[in-house]
């Protein structure tokens, strides 16, 4: 079995990441490579749940004009649809998976309990979060976080379009900084936009470290689960 530094991780994908490059739907080989890499690390041991955007199917309100708590309930649902995705994919290479949703819906998944998942957790299934903290007003990654938190994950990895955390936008400002290593309070003080605010006290409050990583190529996954030196490590 392969040497890793990580026991329980909760890794977070945005919606977009299902997507590929048609940036809406999904996208049947994009999801399938993540779940190729995500099956390997199963297989070296390590204990995987997952939270999912959904941002490949719905980004909030129209023009501003649907009131603010309809339009995060289609979002939720929205994750839901990705949960499904996964588990499909997954399922299909030998993987057993659970999705489980802030908001009930029985006959496609099951309701979030911490001790079910833990419990999927500890028998080698993969648990997919979905439908966000099941409230609106809060972002899936304040969900990620507060999922990592309950199952007590050994780190959270964010995989993003960008390949670490930046002083600034690098497709924008050429000198943008690339951080190695970076703490709570100067992602929040810098205003640096690595998780929403209340996602980065949560994190903070509760010592959670945190790797942001490239996710244009899923290989970065088992890395990351490794412990090799990819991305950015916020503590």
Aim: proline share 2%; aromatic share 6%; hydrophobic share 40%.
């Amino acid at each position: 079995m392969a040497s890793t530094k990580y026991k329980r991780v909760l890794l977070k994908l945005s919606g977009e990441a299902l997507a590929g490059e048609q940036k809406m739907g999904v996208d049947a080989q994009t999801v399938g490579k993540i779940c190729d890499k995500i099956k390997e690390v199963v297989e070296m041991g390590v204990q995987v749940a997952i939270v999912v955007g959904g941002g490949n199917f719905w980004r909030g309100r129209n023009g501003h004009q649907m009131e603010r708590t309809t339009a995060d309930y289609m979002g939720m649902l929205a994750t839901a649809m990705n949960g499904l995705a996964l588990q499909d994919a997954l399922e299909a290479r030998g993987i057993y998976s659970r999705v489980q949703t802030a908001i009930e819906m029985r006959e496609i998944a099951e309701p979030f309990i911490q001790r079910k998942a833990e419990k999927h957790l500890n028998r080698g299934r993969v648990v997919i979060f979905a439908c966000g903290t099941g409230h609106p007003y809060f972002t899936t990654d304040t969900a990620a976080v507060l999922r990592a938190t309950e199952i007590k994950a050994d780190v959270i990895l964010l995989g993003k379009a960008i390949d670490a955390v930046y002083s600034a936008d690098p497709k924008i400002d050429s000198t943008a900084k690339r951080y190695e290593e970076i703490s709570y309070m100067e992602v929040l003080e810098k205003d640096l936009k690595v998780m929403d605010s209340t996602a980065t006290a949560l994190c903070r409050d509760n010592n959670i470290p945190l790797l942001v990583f490239g996710i244009a190529d899923p290989e970065n996954i088992v890395r990351a689960v490794k412990g090799e030196k990819i991305g950015t490590i916020v503590s």
